[in-house]
């Protein structure tokens, strides 16, 4: 069975400062990584996937994460906060294949930028 | 940008009722799930459903649930009889071959 621990339940940064939101992993193959941003009152967006070839992956907002699979983590940076980047981020995992396979999810990282 | 769409966004209903929430996937995915998300919990895998029929369920997808592509754009959940632990938000995803999942802004259900 695959899970997701995400350290930290609410993290809040300045404007302008480093987010860094962390991610670890457990499946018994390295799995296909997600992460999902919520907004108020809105469905989970796509942020970035990793599923093979280069760990470091870029995702949309200046958002980037990398897949360390001795860590077994997949922590979400961004090197200047915006207001705009206040949501809920969520990590997901999913068996390394495109087939009919759920994603499994962490329970979530409030995000809140200080102006 | 297609996107998944779910209606209603709000839907309240008294316990033991039966509820049905609606989904208009994107129109060339061919893979469809359901999620819900109690509110302050983690979202939470129901059902996925390819090739008109389940393909997996969870264990919190009990005889009272259901799914349903009833024409070639929509798909649905049926809750049979609403228990006052169904309320939560729950989100529709569908995803074309080799491609991530795609959510829907979700249904708010309040059972009474």
């Known amino acids: 069975a695959q899970s997701v621990t995400q350290l930290g339940s609410h993290v809040s940064v300045s404007e302008g400062a480093l987010v860094l939101l962390r991610c670890n992993y457990s499946?018994?193959?390295?799995?296909?990584l997600f992460w999902y941003v919520q907004y108020p009152n809105q469905g989970l967006q796509l942020l970035l996937k990793?599923?093979?070839?280069?760990?470091l992956v870029k995702g949309i907002n200046g958002f980037e994460a990398e897949f360390k699979k001795s860590e077994t983590s997949f922590h979400l940076t961004k090197p200047s906060a915006h207001m705009s980047d206040a949501a809920e981020y969520f990590c997901?995992?999913?068996?390394?294949?495109?087939?009919?396979?759920?994603?499994?999810f962490g329970t979530g990282t409030r995000l809140t930028i200080i102006p | 940008e297609p996107e998944v769409t779910q209606t209603p966004s709000h839907q309240v209903t008294q316990m033991g009722q039966e509820v049905i929430l609606r989904c208009v996937p994107i129109?060339?995915?061919?893979?469809f799930y359901w999620y819900r998300q109690i509110l302050g919990q983690k979202v939470e895998f129901l059902v996925s459903?390819?090739?008109?029929?389940?393909?997996?369920k969870s264990e919190i997808f009990d005889d009272q649930f259901s799914v349903e592509r009833p024409d070639g754009s929509n798909f649905t959940l049926k809750i049979r009889s609403t228990k006052l632990e169904d309320s939560a938000m729950y989100f529709c995803?569908?995803?074309?071959?080799?491609?991530?999942?795609?959510f829907g802004d979700g249904t708010r259900l309040s059972i009474l």
């Open positions: 995803a569908s995803r074309e071959d080799n491609q991530p999942q795609h």
């Open positions: 499946s018994s193959v390295p799995p296909y």
């Open positions: 990793y599923t093979t070839g280069a760990t």
């Open positions: 997901a995992v999913s068996p390394p294949n495109f087939g009919n396979e759920k994603l499994t």
């Open positions: 129109s060339n995915h061919l893979y």
């Open positions: 459903f390819y090739n008109n029929e389940i393909s997996e």
